[in-house]
């Protein structure tokens, strides 16, 4: 079975740092981009950071760019995402996905796979 189990949400204050997990199983992985997206009561979901597992490129969005840092263990089949600078309007459930388009990885509808989310509440 497919699996992305997503962890390292939690409560921070403003300005503090946050490592979430992703631990990847049932799929070939270096076949896949892997990261995350969000979604915070009442909005829409939306892609936050990808990276290839196959050529280490990372995508980011802008409204993260210089705060988030994309990471992959390829021996362990583990994502991380390391948020810094956090802001209250981080605040969002956090979903791990896999998508076999890298370019696309941003992008909810051309997600293959979704995992369960994990809270991440920043408070000013």
Same mark, same amino acid.
């Given at each position: ?15 503090? %740092? ?34 290839? %597992? ?16 994309? %990471? ?53």
């Amino acid at each position: 079975d497919v699996q992305l189990q997503a962890s390292g949400g939690g409560l921070v204050q403003a300005g503090g %740092s946050l490592r979430l997990s992703c631990a990847a199983s049932g799929f070939t992985f270096d076949d896949f981009a892997i990261g995350w997206f969000r979604q915070a009561p009442g909005k829409d979901r939306e892609g936050v950071s990808c990276i290839s %597992s196959s050529d280490g490129s990372t995508y980011y969005a802008d409204s993260v760019k210089g705060r988030f840092t994309i %990471s992959s263990d390829n021996a362990t089949n583990t994502v991380y995402l390391q948020m810094n600078s956090l802001k209250p309007e981080d605040t969002a459930v956090y979903y791990c996905a896999a998508n076999q388009i890298a370019t696309l990885c941003l992008i909810g509808p051309f997600i293959t796979y979704w995992g369960q989310g994990t809270q991440v509440t920043v408070s000013s």
